[in-house]
């Protein structure tokens, strides 16, 4: 959280949209040495909902976890709209 609050723009080695995706984000994290990843997506353009989150042992982000988190986001639009009663718009790739 503090590498957020302290750069702005934040460098896309640390936060970047992954391509051919719904619109998924992917935050890098390294913790105690170790590679970890969180994806999500922008909702409305005001804040990032983490959906996801794995450590990443390849260069390439697994097409599985990519899966899931578009899965997830779609189910999380799907409640949000329910909750606050407001059409949302879902993009399915």
Known sequence: MQLVEELAPIPSRYFRKLVNTDDILEI???????????????HRNQFVVLVHGFQKKTQE???????????IKLSTLEKF?????????????
């Open 81 to 93: 709209a329910n909750v606050f009663g407001k059409h949302v718009h879902v993009k399915v790739v």
């Open 61 to 71: 982000t697994p097409q599985h976890d990519i899966i899931t988190a578009e899965d």
């Open 28 to 42: 890098r994290v390294i913790f105690s040495g170790d590679i970890f990843r969180l994806l999500g997506f922008l």
